[in-house]
């Protein structure tokens, strides 16, 4: 059975810092990978989407890393900003079935 | 244009009573998931609909679950002799075709209370 694991499981950083946040996944047979945001008391946002032959995607001033073969996927979000204060999921999609992490709670002070 | 929506937002409700939750999904979407996402934890696949049927209904906790999708579009999350467990906020999501490829996109969820 696929276990989605994101760590920190919570992280606070002072504005204008660059950030790391980790995903890792058990099972490497995985058609993709997403990272999500979610607000409190809001559905998800799709952030970026690395399908399984990719190695990154990038979205401003998101980059999402994917190295299946060792079920890892990472994060990094360059220039910290408040309103980027939200919890941050990584989903492994599979055959319909999509998994997720249980976030990362990330609060940038300004 | 219009995005993924679920009503009612909230839901309160007695234990052994019977709710139904809503979707209605980006016009024009033939794929629908349901999610359940409980304090602190990610979301957790329930049930997968392609047009009006369930493709994957595998995450389903047990037979008091049942979803449906009767003309493709608007889909009814029905659970029955409701659990103080079953206290969640319900996603629904959907994306254009279902394929690997598609972005699923999510309503802001049903937040169902079981006293």
């Known amino acids: 059975k696929q276990e989605v694991t994101q760590i920190p499981a919570a992280l606070s950083v002072p504005e204008g810092e660059n950030l790391v946040l980790n995903c890792s996944f058990t099972?490497?047979?995985?058609?993709?990978l997403q990272w999500f945001r979610q607000d409190p008391g809001k559905g998800l946002t799709s952030l970026l989407l690395i399908q399984s032959s990719q190695r990154e995607q990038t979205s401003g001033r998101l980059n999402a890393s994917l190295d299946k073969s060792s079920g890892r996927s990472t994060l990094y979000i360059a220039a910290s900003q408040p309103g980027d204060s939200a919890t941050y999921l990584c989903a492994v999609y599979n055959n319909n079935d999509m998994r997720f992490g249980a976030g990362t709670r990330l609060t940038v002070k300004p | 244009g219009a995005g993924v929506s679920q009503t009612p937002s909230n839901k309160v409700t007695e234990k052994g009573k019977y709710v139904e939750l809503r979707c209605d999904p980006i016009s024009g979407h033939t794929a629908l998931y349901w999610y359940r996402q409980s304090l602190g934890q990610g979301p957790e696949f329930l049930i997968y609909?392609?047009?009006?049927?369930?493709?994957?209904d595998s995450g389903l906790p047990n037979d008091r679950f049942f979803a449906v999708r009767p003309e493709g579009s608007v889909s009814t999350l029905k659970i029955q002799r409701t659990e103080r467990g079953d206290s969640a906020v319900y996603l629904c999501a959907s994306s254009s075709t279902g394929g690997a490829t598609d972005t699923q996109y999510f309503g802001p969820g049903t937040r169902l209370t079981v006293l």
């Open positions: 609909f392609q047009g009006t049927g369930a493709a994957d």
């Open positions: 099972d490497s047979a995985i058609y993709n």
